[in-house]
């Protein structure tokens, strides 16, 4: 039996773009908020019976956020400004993506099913800048004290995510109304192997809260 | 349900970084060094000591122990043993994180005199030796530039700054050169320089003028710098970052800035004019054309101290500069202006 349906999404992403595990060179993240991250998307789903089935989607999203972390003997190299920075680093983050997530779906009862699969995700745009402010820099050739020095590397950034998602839907009202919350690891860094700027790699680990409509 | 997003997702920022180990220190560097009251001039670039003393302090400095030598914070100082002053002593300074620095110390002559009869050819280009070894020139800048131009940068005579002989022996010839496109950026003219202090090449690449380090410590109260030079203008017409400006005269510059400074302190041509630890300055009002092929005397005169050196307590540097094109800093003046400076003397009050 082959069972076709469409699933409507509008959500909101919330988490980070962060390095995992979280190094110990950084040492307290002083502040953070998510900003408003949306997501677009839509899923076409195959039921091969009543409990089983697959979707693939199309999103249309952004995930993002700011920060600021103190570092102790942190690597950063751009422009004029290279070695181990000691201080604070502000970071400021923005991406859009064109997701494309291929799920396995298991339904528990009527109004309740949770899924799991993996995603690729194109990079339309993006934006990753901030300073290393109020510290010192070991250049190797000496101590430099720093005020504030801008860094921008929305340039360098790979073009694509990918990533594995889990998630669950909840019909709650009847049998069209769903709230869906599903949690989204990217497995590759968001700036590509030979970047130098930062020393981590920069994982998108992002939640995201959405209303459907099925179809 | 979003506030509980919201705590797993920050919980995760949060406790991953606490129960970690202590992140180390990897500062290993000597930030003073000070022996018979003279602060020595570290140059953690090339790991070494320098201590300039005029020739009546020499004896007593070698007799003499480092009294005050301070390093990195969390870094421990050892050394390679025997006396400080042998050749091959080294000093070897461990960051808290491992990481080891050995430094040389080198005790050179603080001279009061130059003829620039001494010159060495290294890497292609003429440098002040011997005698003249305080001196420095951008050539080393210029000779990167001129791979990039795909110029001939093992000649000598490619180069802005260079030994020449004239009436007096060996001179220093400074001249504005043609520049080009480096590193995708227009450097219209190469103007020669030539000044006491150091050029310190790990940040030519990215900017010159902070590249140029100007002054050397100098233990005593300068009160003024003699010197013969000739200047001729370029054959051409002004340019200006290109532009061709018909009618305006280049001029040379030659100034003298002595300045506080603490060890690890070096002033640069880029920012020396509004530093406030200038105390004195002397500086040629007029540096256009000399008439004839003759040198003329000119005095560089430090009259104006803003406050008393307070040697017990800072230490102090001079800085000596001459340039080709007084704006070359900003690619102004004409290529082939030529400047020959010769027998520099400093007096002291």
Known sequence: MLNFSFLFLLGLNLGGTMPLPMPNNITKVESYSPGLAPSIGIDFLNWFNKKTGVSAGLRLENKGMKSSASVKEYSMNFEDFHGKFNGMVDTEMSFNYLGLPILARYLFTENLSVYAGAYYAYLLSGKFKGAANDGFLNSGNGRMEIIREKYNFSNDLRNHDAGLSIGLNFLPYNERLLLSFDFNYGLVSVFPNDFTGIEDDMQNIYGKLSVGYLF | ?349
Not at chain 2, 75 to 98: I, M, P, Q, R
Not at chain 2, 125 to 135: E, K, L
Not at chain 2, 210 to 233: C, D, F, L, N
């Open chain 2, 1 to 349: 349900m979003k506030k509980f997003i919201m705590i797993l997702v920050c919980a995760g920022v949060f406790c991953s970084c606490s129960s970690d180990s202590e992140v180390k220190s990897s500062e290993n560097y000597i930030e003073e060094f000070k022996v018979a009251n003279i602060s020595a001039e570290i140059r953690n670039d090339l790991n070494q000591i320098y201590i300039f003393v005029f020739p009546e302090n020499y004896e007593s400095i070698l007799a003499a122990q480092p009294s005050n030598i301070k390093c990195s914070e969390n870094a421990t100082l050892t050394n390679s043993g025997g006396n400080w002053t042998d050749k091959d002593f080294l000093y070897t300074v461990t960051a808290e994180n491992g990481e080891q620095r050995s430094y040389r110390v080198y005790i050179d002559i603080a001279r009061r005199k130059y003829s620039f009869e001494s010159w060495g050819i290294t890497n292609g280009y003429y440098s002040p030796s011997d005698s003249n070894s305080s001196w420095s020139s951008g050539n080393p800048g210029i000779k990167m530039a001129l791979q990039i131009l795909e110029r001939d940068a093992e000649n000598p005579k490619s180069y802005p700054t260079r030994d020449t002989t004239d009436i007096y022996g060996g001179a220093v010839l400074l001249e504005t050169l043609e520049g080009g496109n480096v590193f995708g950026r227009e450097v219209y003219l190469f103007s020669g320089n030539f000044f006491l202090g150091n050029f310190n090449v790990s940040k030519a690449i990215s900017d010159e003028l902070a590249a140029t380090e100007v002054g050397r410590m100098y233990t005593a109260k300068p009160k003024s710098i003699k010197g013969y030079y000739k200047y001729k203008e370029g054959p051409g017409v002004f340019m200006s970052k290109g532009v061709p400006e018909p009618g305006r005269n280049d001029s040379c510059n030659i100034y003298a800035h002595f300045y506080r400074s603490e060890s690890n302190i070096t002033l640069s041509v880029k920012d020396i004019d509004k530093s406030n630890l200038v105390i004195a300055t002397g500086r040629l009002p007029n540096c256009s054309e000399t008439e004839g092929d003759e040198f003329q005397p000119f005095e560089l005169t430090l009259n104006n101290y803003k406050s008393e050196p307070d040697f017990a307590n800072h230490s102090y540097k001079l800085a000596i500069v001459f340039s080709a094109s007084k704006n070359g800093d900003v690619f102004a003046g004409k290529i082939g202006s030529k400047l020959i400076i010769d027998e520099i003397e400093i007096t002291d009050y």
